[in-house]
Protein backbone atom coordinates (compact mmCIF):
# COMPACT_ATOMS: atom_id res chain seq x y z
CA UNK A 1 0.00 0.00 0.00
CA UNK A 2 1.70 2.91 -0.96
CA UNK A 3 0.38 7.20 -1.11
CA UNK A 4 -2.36 8.59 0.12
CA UNK A 5 -5.60 6.75 -1.09
CA UNK A 6 -7.96 9.69 -0.24
CA UNK A 7 -6.35 12.57 -1.35
CA UNK A 8 -7.51 14.13 1.92
CA UNK A 9 -6.03 13.47 5.92
CA UNK A 10 -8.41 15.77 7.22
CA UNK A 11 -11.30 13.80 9.50
CA UNK A 12 -14.46 15.44 9.21
CA UNK A 13 -16.48 13.68 11.18
CA UNK A 14 -16.41 11.04 13.28
CA UNK A 15 -20.00 9.35 14.04
CA UNK A 16 -21.52 7.04 16.40
CA UNK A 17 -24.31 4.97 16.46
CA UNK A 18 -26.94 5.46 19.53
CA UNK A 19 -30.78 3.81 20.45
CA UNK A 20 -32.08 7.42 21.31
CA UNK A 21 -31.11 9.97 19.68
CA UNK A 22 -33.09 12.62 21.51
CA UNK A 23 -31.34 11.17 24.71
CA UNK A 24 -27.99 11.05 23.63
CA UNK A 25 -28.26 14.67 21.53
CA UNK A 26 -29.47 16.01 24.96
CA UNK A 27 -26.80 14.68 26.93
CA UNK A 28 -24.04 16.09 24.16
CA UNK A 29 -25.77 19.11 24.40
CA UNK A 30 -25.34 19.62 28.36
CA UNK A 31 -22.14 18.06 27.98
CA UNK A 32 -20.69 21.06 25.63
CA UNK A 33 -22.92 23.86 26.64
CA UNK A 34 -24.61 23.92 23.36
CA UNK A 35 -27.98 24.00 21.53
CA UNK A 36 -29.45 20.37 20.98
CA UNK A 37 -29.54 19.88 17.40
CA UNK A 38 -32.91 18.67 15.57
CA UNK A 39 -32.35 15.24 14.39
CA UNK A 40 -34.52 14.03 11.01
CA UNK A 41 -34.68 11.26 9.28
CA UNK A 42 -32.35 10.49 6.13
CA UNK A 43 -33.99 10.32 2.68
CA UNK A 44 -36.16 7.76 2.03
CA UNK A 45 -34.06 4.38 -0.24
CA UNK A 46 -36.01 6.09 -3.73
CA UNK A 47 -34.25 9.19 -2.65
CA UNK A 48 -31.39 8.15 -1.00
CA UNK A 49 -30.73 4.53 -3.49
CA UNK A 50 -29.51 3.20 -1.09
CA UNK A 51 -27.29 0.16 -1.35
CA UNK A 52 -25.92 -2.36 1.63
CA UNK A 53 -23.39 -5.32 1.15
CA UNK A 54 -24.42 -4.68 -2.62
CA UNK A 55 -28.06 -4.69 -2.27
CA UNK A 56 -31.05 -1.93 -2.33
CA UNK A 57 -32.17 -1.55 0.86
CA UNK A 58 -34.86 0.25 2.41
CA UNK A 59 -32.66 1.61 5.47
CA UNK A 60 -33.17 4.86 7.30
CA UNK A 61 -31.76 6.52 10.04
CA UNK A 62 -32.36 9.41 12.66
CA UNK A 63 -29.31 11.84 12.25
CA UNK A 64 -28.21 14.63 14.60
CA UNK A 65 -24.85 16.60 13.77
CA UNK A 66 -23.09 18.73 16.46
CA UNK A 67 -20.44 20.74 14.74
CA UNK A 68 -17.32 21.19 16.96
CA UNK A 69 -14.63 23.10 15.32
CA UNK A 70 -12.90 21.72 12.64
CA UNK A 71 -14.52 18.44 13.29
CA UNK A 72 -18.24 16.92 12.77
CA UNK A 73 -20.01 15.06 15.23
CA UNK A 74 -22.90 12.50 13.91
CA UNK A 75 -25.41 10.72 15.70
CA UNK A 76 -27.29 7.46 14.31
CA UNK A 77 -30.09 6.03 15.38
CA UNK A 78 -31.28 3.43 12.48
CA UNK A 79 -34.33 2.10 11.69
CA UNK A 80 -34.80 -1.61 11.83
CA UNK A 81 -33.55 -2.14 7.82
CA UNK A 82 -30.42 -3.68 6.75
CA UNK A 83 -27.85 -1.59 6.95
CA UNK A 84 -23.93 -0.60 8.58
CA UNK A 85 -25.72 1.32 11.11
CA UNK A 86 -28.37 -2.03 12.08
CA UNK A 87 -25.64 -4.23 11.98
CA UNK A 88 -22.85 -2.05 14.17
CA UNK A 89 -25.47 -1.42 16.83
CA UNK A 90 -26.75 -5.06 17.21
CA UNK A 91 -23.17 -6.41 16.87
CA UNK A 92 -21.37 -3.86 19.74
CA UNK A 93 -24.12 -2.12 20.64
CA UNK A 94 -24.01 1.66 20.90
CA UNK A 95 -20.74 3.86 20.29
CA UNK A 96 -17.91 4.66 17.86
CA UNK A 97 -19.36 3.46 13.93
CA UNK A 98 -17.08 5.74 11.22
CA UNK A 99 -14.78 8.61 10.53
CA UNK A 100 -15.22 10.29 7.30
CA UNK A 101 -13.04 12.08 4.91
CA UNK A 102 -14.32 14.60 1.95
CA UNK A 103 -13.42 13.41 -1.18
CA UNK A 104 -13.30 13.99 -4.70
CA UNK A 105 -14.05 11.07 -7.16
CA UNK A 106 -16.04 9.19 -5.60
CA UNK A 107 -16.48 6.12 -8.22
CA UNK A 108 -12.74 5.99 -8.54
CA UNK A 109 -12.08 6.21 -5.37
CA UNK A 110 -14.66 3.50 -4.00
CA UNK A 111 -12.69 1.04 -7.11
CA UNK A 112 -8.98 1.78 -5.91
CA UNK A 113 -9.93 1.13 -2.09
CA UNK A 114 -11.96 -1.88 -3.11
CA UNK A 115 -8.78 -3.29 -5.51
CA UNK A 116 -6.55 -2.98 -2.91
CA UNK A 117 -8.82 -5.16 0.10
CA UNK A 118 -11.54 -2.28 1.28
CA UNK A 119 -14.84 -3.38 0.31
CA UNK A 120 -17.82 -1.03 0.01
CA UNK A 121 -20.14 -2.12 2.81
CA UNK A 122 -23.22 0.88 1.92
CA UNK A 123 -23.87 3.97 -0.13
CA UNK A 124 -26.40 6.35 -0.46
CA UNK A 125 -27.55 10.02 -1.31
CA UNK A 126 -28.32 12.57 0.33
CA UNK A 127 -29.19 16.67 -0.62
CA UNK A 128 -26.03 18.02 -1.84
CA UNK A 129 -24.21 14.67 -2.00
CA UNK A 130 -23.52 11.29 -1.46
CA UNK A 131 -21.82 8.88 0.91
CA UNK A 132 -20.01 5.13 1.20
CA UNK A 133 -19.12 3.32 4.23
CA UNK A 134 -16.04 0.76 3.44
CA UNK A 135 -14.63 -2.22 4.88
CA UNK A 136 -11.68 -1.01 6.53
CA UNK A 137 -11.89 -2.28 9.62
CA UNK A 138 -9.94 -5.60 9.58
CA UNK A 139 -6.62 -3.32 9.43
CA UNK A 140 -7.54 0.40 10.64
CA UNK A 141 -9.87 -0.93 13.37
CA UNK A 142 -12.74 1.52 12.18
CA UNK A 143 -15.01 1.51 9.38
CA UNK A 144 -14.30 4.79 7.12
CA UNK A 145 -16.98 7.16 5.71
CA UNK A 146 -16.41 9.24 2.35
CA UNK A 147 -18.78 11.85 1.52
CA UNK A 148 -18.69 13.70 -1.66
CA UNK A 149 -20.14 16.66 -1.60
CA UNK A 150 -22.02 18.50 -4.93
CA UNK A 151 -20.16 21.50 -6.26
Given at each position: MSG???GNRVVTQIGLVVRDIE???QAYAEFF?????????TDAADVARTEYRGERSEARAKLAFFDMGSLQLELIEPDEHPSTWRESLDKNGEGFHHIAFVV?????????????GFPLLQKGEYTGGRYAYLDTFKDLKVIVELLENDR
Open positions: NYLRTSGVEKPQWFWDGMKEKIELLGNN
